[in-house]
């Protein structure tokens, strides 16, 4: 049974950049059946899918976060990581990393979730 | 994209069923058989309890199943039970290769 990790900064300035890594075990991340991705939800709020990655590298993004979100993916450490440049406070959320399905992007297994605060 | 709309809340008692209901569009729910649910319980992260419709994982108690009519999902719960208290979510893939999320319904067994 794959597990996944997040881990990363708990605080971040706004304006600056968020850095996040979601770490595998037990399975290579290089499974052929899924897409690894970010998911997040700011205090008392609902799910926003942030984007996913195939270990090949090939990304999908939600539209409205694309123009300041990077994901990428290090199949020798069996790892992925967000980036999100120009935070705000209405970036404050827990943010969960997550197994998707292949075929439909559906999350299987969700990371612990991680708080990141935005604040100066 | 928008978020899939789901109600605030219901509510039911012990032993009851409810159901909760989950819109899109033609681009998302109506469009592919790829809606799933979660339950989340505070402080924990969401759990899925329903894949491609009406598909229960591994563990998942058959109390628990879901359908879909045209750009509506529903998630049925039979047989309420007080740990089903939770937020449940709705998901679907969608035509530009995404995920969106419903906004959240609170179950409360009453």
């Known amino acids: 049974q794959q597990q996944l990790q997040e881990s990363g900064p708990g605080l971040v300035k706004p304006s600056e950049t968020l850095s996040l890594t979601c770490t595998v075990s037990?399975?290579?991340?290089?499974?052929?059946?899924?897409?690894w991705g970010w998911i997040r939800q700011p205090p008392g709020k609902g799910l926003e899918w942030i984007g996913s990655?195939?270990?090949?590298?090939?990304?999908y993004y939600n539209p409205s976060l694309k123009s300041r979100v990077a994901i990428s993916v290090d199949t020798s450490n069996d790892q992925f990581s967000l980036i999100l440049t120009s935070v705000t406070a209405a970036d404050t959320a827990v943010y969960y990393c997550?197994?998707?399905?292949?075929?439909?992007?559906?999350?299987?297994?969700w990371g612990q979730g991680t708080l990141v605060t935005v604040s100066s | 994209q928008s978020a899939l709309t789901q109600p605030a809340s219901v509510s039911g008692s012990p032993g009851h069923s409810i159901t909760i209901s989950c819109t899109g569009t033609?681009?998302?729910?109506?469009?592919?058989?790829?809606v799933s649910w979660y339950q989340q319980h505070p402080g924990e992260a969401p759990k899925l309890m329903i894949y491609d419709v009406n598909n229960r994982p591994s563990g998942v108690s058959n109390r628990f199943s879901g359908s879909k009519s045209g750009n509506t999902a529903s998630l049925t719960i039979s047989g309420l039970q007080a740990e089903d208290e939770a937020d449940y979510y709705c998901s679907s893939y969608t035509t530009s290769s995404t995920l969106v999320f419903g906004g959240g319904t609170k179950l409360t067994v009453l």
């Open positions: 037990g399975g290579s991340i290089s499974r052929s059946s899924y897409y």
């Open positions: 033609s681009s998302d729910v109506g469009g592919y058989n790829y």
């Open positions: 997550a197994r998707l399905f292949y075929r439909n992007l559906c999350p299987d297994s």
């Open positions: 990655i195939y270990y090949s590298g090939t990304t």
